[in-house]
């Protein structure tokens, strides 16, 4: 078992580190104003029906659901991670910007808009798989808690400010026009990363190997794996429902609860309270509970968030409708967080870093292919049965979340401590849960084989690589 431990030097005096947070939480806050005001643009602008919407957001996932597996194979294969991550922020705000510039000239579509979600979501999609590795390089293994919490923390502060900036913006501007806040973040960001002088190391590519059997190999090291199979069957799970509702959910504030756009983002970014939360409390826990336990909790609170939402209902006032949205928000950014966090950690110490793209565009593919089909079974139960209806259903699958979690091993809790008594250095400990491959084991090829004899020594197993 590997041992994450906390380190002497904060991240706050690593000047790369810096440099890399600082322009990802400015493209995290411009990220926050288009979520709410692309749908908006579709709604108020151009009239978007529920299943129009529920086609635009699953347009901007689809990528993940078409072209994950092909992009950690084609991650894998460069030898350098930072250029990627700069071509692809680049690329996001050229894309962007057609947004504004089609309004300006009166010629804004439905198809459009629907290009312009799929062809950046085709970004974040490359820009996400190689994010993980290249993590690796400026923080040391032993910090990759803390340097994933700072970095979602800032995603938790944006949501708290973001779609309270973009409801202001969309008052004020029009939602078009909002979008190009979300274009100039992402030329800063790519300037952040630019300006980074640490060396990448140029990685040592193996022989390439026919396309089919690289695209299995990180489905096989998900499959394999029990506690990987169960992080990615409850973020699938959970990912399609929370799709399914948030298809229908702008529509539904909009034209049932007569909410305006400032007060929808109100919510959202209230809700985002509990995200902030989360990045603090997701450390401690996986110090102290493990960071098996630590997922599993999260999991536990995802299904009260669904369940919330359809709450708000016709008829209140409005104060109690932005309360019960807000509620909903904060239960499932507390939860996402305290699995995010964790995951993320695990996923970046444990995966071998040569398969780590094909690992990363695998579970990519298996938890956010889920997204855009519970955005079409949103907007098509919604055209079927009725916006109400429609999250009541989705909030009570959600309950199928917990048996992946419940029903597996993240909930015995593996621990270094030969005796169960504390330790001196209890507070630094992190017990990583998910089962290493050997340093010197083939991914692929007999996958049965390569299982059974390269299985690593569980206790006290260091991780591989460490510096």
């Not at 590997?2 to 991240?11: F, H, N, W």
């Not at 669904?306 to 309360?323: H, R, T, Y």
Request: proline share 6%; hydrophobic share 50%; net charge neutral.
């Amino acid at each position: 078992m590997g041992e994450l431990r906390s380190a002497a030097l904060s991240l706050w005096r690593q000047r790369n580190f810096v440099r890399l947070w600082a322009g990802q939480t400015v493209s995290v806050f411009g990220s926050q104003v288009t979520t709410l005001a692309l749908p908006l643009a579709a709604v108020l602008v151009l009239h978007a029906t529920a299943f129009q919407m529920g086609l635009l957001s699953a347009a901007g996932m689809a990528p993940w659901f078409l072209f994950a597996l092909l992009a950690g194979v084609w991650v894998d294969r460069q030898p350098r991670r930072r250029w990627i991550l700069v071509a692809a922020d680049l690329g996001r705000a050229a894309i962007l910007l057609s947004v504004p510039l089609a309004a300006f000239s009166h010629a804004l579509s439905l198809g459009q808009l629907f290009a312009v979600a799929f062809a950046a979501g085709c970004l974040t999609l490359v820009f996400n798989v190689a994010w993980g590795s290249y993590l690796n390089v400026l923080v040391p293994r032993e910090q990759l808690v803390e340097g994933n919490a700072k970095l979602m923390g800032s995603y938790a502060l944006a949501q708290i400010a973001g779609p309270s900036l973009a409801g202001v913006l969309v008052q004020a501007f029009t939602a078009p026009a909002a979008v190009l806040c979300d274009a100039a973040s992402f030329l800063v960001s790519a300037g952040c990363l630019g300006s980074i002088r640490a060396s990448e190391p140029e990685r040592r590519l193996a022989q390439p190997r026919p396309l089919r059997r690289e695209l299995g190999a990180g489905l096989r090291y998900v499959r394999d794996d029990p506690l990987q199979r169960a992080i990615a069957g409850s973020a699938a799970t959970l990912n399609f429902f929370g799709a399914a509702i948030y298809a229908v959910l702008v529509v539904y504030a909009v034209r049932q609860l007569r909410l305006s756009s400032g007060l929808i983002g109100l919510a959202f970014a209230g809700g985002a309270v509990g995200a902030l939360l989360g990045t603090q409390l997701a450390p401690p826990l996986a110090r102290r509970l493990g960071a098996g336990r630590a997922i599993l909790l999260a999991t536990v609170g995802f299904p009260p968030a669904l369940a919330i939402v359809p709450l708000a209902s016709p008829g209140q006032p409005a104060w109690l409708e932005v309360a019960i949205l807000t509620a909903a928000e904060a239960v499932g950014g507390l939860a996402v967080m305290l699995f995010d966090v964790n995951v993320a950690a695990v996923r970046q110490a444990e995966t071998p870093e040569r398969l780590y793209g094909r690992a990363a565009g695998a579970m990519s593919f298996l938890t956010q292919s889920a997204k855009p089909l519970g955005s079409l079974a949103g907007g098509g139960l919604a055209a079927a049965v009725g916006l109400h209806a429609t999250l009541g259903l989705c909030a009570a699958g959600g309950l199928l979340v917990i048996p992946w979690t419940v029903l597996s091993p993240l909930r015995d809790r593996r621990d270094d401590r030969g005796d169960g008594g504390a330790d001196e250095h209890d507070d630094e400990r992190l017990p990583v849960d998910l089962p290493q491959l050997a340093d010197g084991c083939e991914e692929d090829g007999e996958h049965e084989q390569e299982r059974a004899g390269c299985r690593p020594d569980r206790t006290h197993q260091p991780v591989p690589g460490s510096r």
